[in-house]
């Protein structure tokens, strides 16, 4: 049965805050910063006993860790500069201490995965004032795609980085996951192309996705969404689903803009029924909240700045499309 999960970016979390998830019908957390994990800091990766600590606070308010993520692969490490090796040691030695902790997914990312001078970000107001990030292509002739010598370059360092993580993964009961390059530009390397070569490189069943609907809906809409659903999820590759919604793609309009789950042009019920029909049963995680009214300073109460009136809508809108699909089931897994 799929879950609903909130990510958040750090370790430091108020009970009020964790009160808050519990009372949405939040089941789980995913921790989206690798470096906000007590100890990454003073040693480069996780102290176990205090992740410990951490996921027995979050399991006593009814929840618990889904994803967590690794210390960054910086640009250093992706240029092979000298004194870059300790990144991998110590991305090698947080796998190991998220599986001694019980934590099964992981994800890593890479620096340079992404080409942000390929477009142009604005805000854009949509229904009733709601602030949301959006993207148009431009073109940048200072800036220039990376050549075909320098993308192999920067594969020769991920296999480096995953041909020593995903036996470690295998042997620790954890599984190891990329996200979509966001934004999908062209050639990014978690792009269309890039995450089959992610797949066929390391065909592990450690090895998948944190698959993004919204990220895949930038480069294509809702059928090539579906698709690469029918294409990673029979083959239990999608281990997390980022839940978002978008207008226009850049394959289509040459922009596109986030939205509410049901203010875009994806067909978010159509989605979620199609992750049904793969067998997926992970966490569905709403994320990128829109910024909503009382979201915004000075009205946000909140120590953390969630803003929980976007996460409230966000979580209830899973949350009835997941009771919507039990219905149409014809009754509870």
């Not at 618990?64 to 990144?87: A, C, H, K, W, Y």
Request: charged letters at 20%.
């Amino acid at each position: 049965m799929m879950k609903v999960s909130i990510q958040v970016p750090t370790c430091d979390l108020s009970d009020s805050d964790l009160k808050q998830m519990c009372q949405l019908g939040v089941d789980c957390l995913d921790l989206t910063r690798g470096s906000s994990f007590p100890g990454v800091l003073e040693q480069g990766y996780p102290d176990l006993d205090q992740l410990i600590k951490l996921k027995r606070r979050i399991r006593s308010h009814g929840m618990d860790i889904n994803r967590v993520t690794l210390p960054d692969i910086s640009r250093s490490f992706m240029l092979d500069e000298p004194g870059s090796e300790i990144q991998l040691d110590n991305v090698s030695n947080a796998i190991k201490v998220f599986g001694e902790a019980g934590i099964t997914l992981v994800r890593q990312r890479f620096a340079d995965d992404v080409f942000p001078y390929m477009s142009e970000e604005y805000t854009a107001v949509h229904r009733g004032g709601a602030l949301v990030r959006g993207e148009s292509l431009r073109r940048n002739p200072e800036q220039q795609p990376p050549t075909v010598e320098q993308l192999n370059a920067w594969w020769k360092r991920f296999d480096l980085v995953f041909g020593k993580l995903v036996p470690l993964a295998e042997a620790y009961n954890v599984n190891l996951a990329v996200h979509p390059s966001d934004t999908p530009h062209h050639n990014t390397p978690f792009g269309g192309l890039g995450i089959h070569r992610v797949i066929d490189a390391f065909p592990s069943r450690n090895v998948g996705l944190v698959y993004c609907v919204g990220t895949r809906g930038e480069a294509g809409g809702t059928p090539l969404v579906l698709d690469e659903i029918y294409q990673y999820g029979r083959k239990d590759r999608i281990f997390l689903v980022h839940f978002r919604n978008i207008r226009g793609s850049l394959a289509t309009a040459g922009a596109f803009e986030e939205a509410l789950l049901d203010e875009g042009h994806m067909n978010m019920p159509k989605i979620l029924l199609a992750l049904h029909k793969v067998g997926y049963n992970g966490c569905i995680n709403p994320d990128h909240i829109t910024s909503l009214e009382m979201d915004r300073a000075p009205h946000n109460p909140s120590k953390s700045s969630m803003g929980w009136v976007g996460w409230a809508y966000s979580i209830g809108y899973v949350k009835a499309l997941l009771a919507a699909l039990t219905e149409f089931r014809g009754g509870r897994d």
